[in-house]
């Protein structure tokens, strides 16, 4: 996944699509994206001590949740709204491509 770079991104009311500079396309669902937020509100963090706090994240299904927005973070990264208020996750394109791969 090393050296992947989006040279084009769009968002349309449930997909975000990426064109990368290999040429190949990405189109990542919206519910799929949520569900896969990086976030340490989806994923859970550490405290001082090590142990993880527990989340139990909702699961959205396709077309319970759109992409409202996103803006681009430095040159390695994207921070995604989400009609569900949802904006803490940062992607960053090796996060993107592996959503993608499953």
């Known amino acids: 996944m090393t050296g992947f770079l989006p040279v084009k991104i ?10 990368w500079n290999n040429g190949q396309e990405s189109y990542l669902d919206a519910h799929i994206l949520r569900n896969e ?3 340490a509100e989806q994923k859970g963090e550490k405290d ?4 993880k706090t527990k989340t139990i994240p909702k699961i959205f299904q ?7 927005k996103f803006e681009e973070i430095g040159n390695y990264a994207i921070r ?3 009609s569900d ?5 940062i992607y960053s394109w090796q996060t993107l491509k592996s959503i993608e791969q499953g």
């Open 10 to 19: 769009e968002h349309f009311k449930d997909v975000l699509a990426v064109r």
């Open 37 to 39: 937020s990086p976030s």
């Open 48 to 51: 001082i001590f090590g142990i």
């Open 62 to 68: 396709k077309g319970e949740v759109s992409i409202k």
């Open 80 to 82: 995604i709204s989400f």
């Open 85 to 89: 208020g949802h904006n803490t996750g």
